[in-house]
């Protein structure tokens, strides 16, 4: 299961800033480019002030603790994912239905190379979203653009968020 680490920010002009920190358990076998990266739904809790409300995505931090480096995209989503089945290490196939709640994909692989990790930062996102009407949380998949191998852990996500 993926972990979750929710933090406030601070609260400017009547809107809170958030940052959800998700590590997903990946496979550790050599993936093909456009493989789903872990079969768990990625879960941002607490996107919105209340269920149904929305916000401004405004950053993507991708931390790869294996050093890797290989590009990818986070597709996100207003609700779980109901009838898509995506399985770590196989083509990522959404279903229509889900597809129908996707707010977005961002892209993400220009990396910062450090001598034991890679960090990937997107600050210039402007993603406005509404989460579905029973719940205040953003779902995600990890999707490789290349043939990364990781270890369980080797990644790790971070959105910011401002909550509207």
């Not at 229509?96 to 996102?125: E, H, L, M, P």
């Amino acid at each position: 299961m993926a972990t979750t680490d929710a933090t406030p920010l601070a609260a400017a002009n009547n809107r809170a800033l958030i940052q959800q920190t998700v590590v997903p358990v990946l496979d550790t076998n050599a993936y093909a480019a456009l493989d789903a990266l872990h079969t768990l739904d990625l879960k941002f809790p607490g996107m919105a002030r209340a269920v149904g409300g929305g916000g401004r995505i405004t950053k993507l931090v991708v931390i790869d603790k294996d050093d890797q480096g290989a590009a990818g995209v986070l597709w996100l989503f207003s609700a779980a994912l109901a009838n898509t089945t995506h399985t770590a290490n196989a083509a990522l196939a959404i279903h229509d239905t889900d597809a129908a709640t996707c707010i977005g994909a961002i892209v993400f692989g220009a990396y910062q190379d450090g001598a034991n990790n890679q960090v990937s930062i997107n600050a210039t996102i402007d993603l406005y979203y509404q989460c579905a009407a029973a719940d205040d949380a953003l779902y995600g998949v990890l999707q490789t653009l290349g043939t990364p191998t990781h270890t369980a852990s080797g990644l790790t996500v971070l959105l910011g968020a401002v909550l509207l």
